[in-house]
């Protein structure tokens, strides 16, 4: 994937790639909500949540400097969610400061395609979900077209590539998660090489996306809503293309990632 030698000449363009946790979840801010969910492996966004994700996206339109192209996200509800509102936030014709969520806003849905990937899911292990929590099935009930129905409008690609099939299974080694992240986001980054993209995934996943591409980099912390920002040089070749490496953008207080880095 773009392994090719580097030409010596300016890149064509470069593509960018937002990886980006879900907002605060319901959970871990009621320790009752667990009681009587219907899914409990599944929280969705509290409201404040919602909040921090629309800002969020918010802030992608007035501080990236480039337009988001296309989002790819988690099936887990908290993460559809939060994309929901970010795509809201990238998409609202005018901007309105007093707006706090996408609730009901008329949106371009030309702006933004948007598709549900499995590889972005959650670790498949305890060290995320309680096994008391897991589904005793083994059937963990993810029903992409009602995920769909969560997004905006107009905004679902159906015909985006996949790049998982079908999700990893329960008990997937920690270092088999942190391969798949890897392997997703540079999977995506090649395949919709022209565009920049929004991948909402879950804490490991960024934390992933930063410690894979900031060399020795070790990440302790990742709050709700913190991204990371990729960006790397593309050169076209008659029909074909070659990739530089990606690099970790930082902008001041801009991540949200706790990291450290050796001799700092």
Same mark, same amino acid.
């Given at each position: 994937?773009?392994?090719?030698?580097?030409?010596?000449?300016?890149? #064509? =363009?470069?593509?960018?790639?937002? /990886?980006? &946790?879900? %907002? #605060?979840?319901? !959970?871990? =801010? !009621?320790?009752?909500?667990?009681?009587?969910?219907?899914?409990?492996?599944?929280?969705?966004?509290?409201? #404040? %949540?919602?909040?921090?994700? =629309?800002?969020? %996206?918010?802030?992608?339109?007035?501080?990236? %400097?480039?337009?988001? !192209? &296309? /989002? =790819? /996200?988690?099936?887990?509800? &908290?993460?559809i969610q939060t994309a929901s509102e970010v795509i809201s936030a990238l998409c609202v014709p005018h901007d309105d400061p007093t707006i706090l969520t996408g609730d009901g806003l008329a949106i371009d849905s030309s702006k933004v395609k948007v598709s549900v990937e499995l590889g972005l899911c959650e670790m498949m292990s305890r060290e995320a979900i309680s096994p008391a929590l897991a589904p005793k099935d083994g059937n963990w009930g993810f029903d992409i077209a009602e995920r769909e129905a969560i997004l905006p409008a107009g905004t679902v690609d159906k015909n985006a590539k996949k790049m998982y099939k079908e999700l990893p299974k329960w008990e997937e080694p920690v270092l088999g998660t942190r391969a798949r992240y890897e392997q997703v986001i540079k999977e995506l980054a090649y395949n919709y090489h022209t565009e920049n993209l929004l991948l909402v995934t879950h804490g490991e996943g960024v934390g992933v996306a930063l410690a894979a591409f900031l060399k020795n980099a070790t990440v302790y912390e990742v709050d709700y809503c913190a991204y990371v920002e990729l960006k790397r040089p593309i050169f076209k070749e008659d029909q074909s293309f070659t990739a530089g490496e990606f690099e970790v953008l930082t902008r001041s207080g801009q991540t949200g990632i706790g990291y450290i880095l050796p001799g700092a």
């Open positions: 994937m773009g392994s090719k030698e580097i030409p010596h000449k300016r890149p #064509d =363009f470069y593509q960018n790639v937002v /990886v980006m &946790r879900h %907002g #605060d979840r319901i !959970d871990n =801010f !009621d320790p009752h909500w667990v009681t009587t969910a219907a899914r409990p492996w599944d929280p969705p966004l509290t409201h #404040d %949540g919602r909040v921090r994700a =629309f800002n969020t %996206g918010r802030k992608f339109r007035h501080c990236l %400097g480039y337009p988001i !192209d &296309r /989002v =790819f /996200v988690s099936p887990f509800l &908290r993460c």
